[in-house]
């Protein structure tokens, strides 16, 4: 890890509603006297936009990789851009706006420390919309525990820059996120994007608000717990050949450490390269630490790699193709409305891989069941069934998973980051879940069974002890929602027939 007067890297995701303002935001927090962000690109864009007649977006194009396309009007890919604060060396992914690109968000989200939840105030009265619903829950279930929520627009409230708007809407997500499983103080910013205010410099015209900017919150947060004393595991995300110089493969390092010289196996397909060099920030490095997203210049000269490859050190636990494994997973919606069965073929998206993958057994399934009413005592029974024929809304499941594809998957326990999951069909999110074990290309991977679950009661809340460290925060995400399903709208419409 960074050490001395060194800055920590760390990646934030934009993420929130349809036109809520996340390009705005992250080209606004990454103005000249923050980031180095190229001014001829920024000029580029204003021109681009203005062609475009949609102003409300151009930076957008500041944002995006040369391929994304724009012919939509809204941003239709994932950007990374980069910008310093006091405290912290910040990667930011604005993720799309378009529900049909899920792979590309979950992707973003797999590899996030900290979300910024972007709101629009607007709306009056308000109400949780479904994908700001979907986004926390992903958000959350994939492992990121640092959150900012951004009420956006204030300046277009009724009247401009309502204490009254900001509180109804701190109301309302502040108790959905509880009930997806956040516990810690989450910061509620109210902000203009398109004005600038409390994005880096406080707002005069907020001056009933006694909290950070967004500039601020960011150096606030957590920092950020690494695996570096972890075998060396590296997801590529993309790759470019430079002719007779060999190929250059982007990718984010989840755990261990990655240096020039290092003879590294690139999995599934079992090939091997020697570093050349390591490249960040546009500058060669001599070490890379987990959550540096960096570039490899590889000795190889031809390497069909995809997205999705995992590479490792060839000396220390190199990764192998997975055969197959056995996950713990929850089942929050059903597809089509239908159950799900045994040789059910979804999507799975685990790091920054996106592939099919087969249901082969569900060794069993239990749900939590409460007993009474009364939710300030709740009894809970915990009904298990063996070999079950299907899954269904709710359920805990263990199940053997067989993926459709070659692909590199790591039990929780060892390499958390490329431990867990989500399965969607037909762009629907159908579950999430962790990988207890994995049997390997040559047999290695056969790990033991995990421990049984252990349901304890909590209060209001629930806890659910997983021996095995597996589905611990997971499982207590479900089952708080289960314990507390009255929706946001019930209670406001509750409040409005007491009045």
């Not at 007067?5 to 036109?19: P, T």
């Not at 580029?44 to 977006?57: L, N, P, Q, R, Y």
């Not at 073929?345 to 993958?357: I, P, Q, R, S, V």
Request: net charge neutral.
């Amino acid at each position: 890890m960074p050490t001395g007067n060194e800055k920590v890297n760390i990646n934030i995701l934009v993420m929130g509603q349809f036109r809520s303002g996340k390009s705005t935001i992250a080209r606004k927090i990454s103005n000249p006297e923050v980031t180095n962000i190229n001014k001829h690109v920024s000029k580029k864009s204003d021109k681009e936009a203005t062609k475009m007649k949609k102003k409300s977006f151009k930076y957008d194009r500041a944002l995006k990789k040369l391929e994304a396309k724009h012919k939509h009007g809204t941003t239709i890919d994932t950007a990374l851009f980069k910008f310093e604060t006091t405290k912290y060396l910040v990667t930011v992914t604005d993720v799309t706006d378009r529900r049909d690109f899920i792979k590309n968000m979950i992707t973003s989200i797999s590899q996030t420390d900290c979300a910024i939840l972007i709101v629009d105030s607007t709306a009056a009265p308000y109400r949780l919309d479904e994908q700001t619903r979907e986004h926390a829950l992903l958000a959350y279930n994939l492992g990121v525990k640092e959150m900012i929520c951004c009420c956006n627009k204030m300046d277009a409230t009724t009247p401009e820059y309502s204490e009254e708007r900001y509180n109804e809407i701190v109301k309302s997500i502040s108790s959905y996120l509880k009930r997806v499983g956040y516990t810690a103080d989450i910061p509620f910013i109210p902000i203009s994007s398109s004005k600038g205010d409390n994005l880096i410099e406080r707002s005069t015209k907020l001056d009933w608000y006694n909290g950070p900017t967004l500039l601020r919150a960011l150096d606030q947060i957590r920092e950020p717990e690494r695996h570096s004393d972890k075998p060396l595991r590296l997801s590529l995300k993309d790759h470019d050949e430079i002719g007779r110089n060999g190929i250059i493969a982007i990718g984010q390092i989840e755990t261990g450490i990655l240096k020039p010289g290092m003879k590294i196996t690139i999995a599934p397909i079992g090939l091997t390269a020697k570093v050349k060099s390591v490249g960040m920030n546009r500058e060669s490095v001599q070490e890379a630490f987990p959550g540096d997203i960096v570039g490899i210049h590889m000795t190889k000269k031809k390497i069909d790699l995809k997205r999705g490859y995992v590479a490792s050190n060839s000396k220390d636990d190199p990764a192998k193709r997975a055969i197959s494994f056995k996950s713990r997973l929850v089942i929050l919606n059903l597809p089509g409305g239908c159950l799900i069965p045994n040789g059910y073929e979804a999507m799975l998206h685990c790091h920054t891989f996106h592939g099919c993958f087969l249901f082969k057994e569900i060794m069993s399934k239990s749900n939590l069941m409460s007993g009474t009413d009364d939710q300030d005592d709740q009894e809970l029974k915990h009904i298990t069934q063996v070999n079950p024929d299907h899954l269904d809304k709710g359920d805990i499941g263990i199940v053997e998973m067989v993926p459709r594809e070659p692909t590199v998957v790591e039990a929780f326990e060892k390499y958390p980051p490329l431990g867990h999951f989500t399965i969607t069909d037909m762009g629907q999110m159908v579950g999430v879940g962790v990988i207890m074990s994995v049997d390997k290309e040559d047999g290695d991977g056969a790990n033991k069974r995990g421990k049984k679950s252990v349901v304890i009661k909590y209060g209001k809340k629930l806890v659910i002890a997983v021996a095995d460290l597996i589905l611990e925060a997971l499982t207590t995400s479900y089952v708080n929602q289960l314990l507390c399903p009255e929706s946001d709208d019930e209670e406001d419409d509750n409040e409005d027939n007491k009045r």
